[in-house]
T-cell receptor, first 117, second 111 residues
Framework: DAGVIQSPRHEVTEMGQEVTLRCKPI?????LFWYRQTMMRGLELLIY????????DSGMPEDRFSAKMPNASFSTLKIQPSEPRDSAVYFC???????????????FGPGTRLTVL | DAKTTQPTSMDCAEGRAANLPCNHSTISGNEYVYWYRQIHSQGPQYIIHGLKNNETNEMASLIITEDRKSSTLILPHATLRDTAVYYCIVRALYNFNKFYFGSGTKLNVKP
């Protein structure tokens, strides 16, 4: 298995631009998570999905952030408009509690390093 | 969910056992102890978890005290590739939104 795939790996954009981060979870996993990591705040859960349905988005910082999961193999995290304080590494993770891993081990992707100028 | 306390950093000689402590004095009866690590510039990686019994897998051992207020992650023979930030996390089994990573312990394995 290729693991969790994220794209792009690096993104540099200017303030006010729209940014879209992409994630492909491990095949068969029915939970998908989006995290943000900064030096100041550490690793924070933004939102998670179960069977493509958003379950908890209480970690999404504000309305500029939105996430979708149109099917079991693809999810996006969009920031519109982007601001310099959004600069961070964004991780996607997936898990499958009902399968071989009943204890919710999460498999993380390599992350997208976002820089907003 | 219970919060955890870990030392900021630790050093370990290559080939020796690395013992990483974690305090979780407010842990509840239904909360598990999870350990993850993050090697520089990579996503976090699951290591091991436990409820109250000691656990061992191919990566590490987890020792949980009888009162469950603290635990120790043991890497039996640390290598340079084990240099990473190690996170101790406490949460109930299906509380995904309570997966607090905290600041972790930076383990430096030295030759």
């Amino acid at each position: 298995d290729a693991g969790v795939i994220q794209s792009p790996r690096h993104e540099v954009t200017e303030m006010g631009q729209e940014v879209t981060l992409r994630c492909k979870p491990i095949s068969g996993h029915d939970y998908l998570f989006w995290y943000r990591q900064t030096m100041m705040r550490g690793l924070e859960l933004l939102i998670y999905f179960n069977n493509n349905v958003p379950i908890d988005d209480s970690g999404m910082p504000e309305d500029r952030f939105s996430a979708k999961m149109p099917n079991a193999s693809f999810s996006t995290l969009k920031i519109q408009p982007s601001e310099p304080r959004d600069s961070a590494v964004y991780f996607c993770a997936s898990s499958s509690p009902s399968g071989e891993n009943p204890y919710n081990e999460q498999f993380f992707g390599p992350g997208t390093r976002l820089t907003v100028l | 969910d219970a919060k955890t306390t870990q030392p900021t950093s630790m050093d370990c000689a290559e080939g020796r056992a690395a013992n990483l402590p974690c305090n979780h004095s407010t842990i509840s009866g239904n909360e598990y102890v999870y350990w993850y690590r993050q090697i520089h510039s990579q996503g976090p990686q699951y290591i091991i978890h436990g409820l109250k019994n000691n656990e061992t897998n191919e990566m590490a051992s987890l020792i949980i005290t009888e009162d469950r207020k603290s635990s120790t992650l043991i890497l039996p023979h640390a290598t340079l590739r084990d240099t990473a930030v190690y996170y101790c996390i406490v949460r109930a089994l299906y509380n995904f939104n309570k997966f607090y990573f905290g600041s972790g312990t930076k383990l430096n394995v030295k030759p």
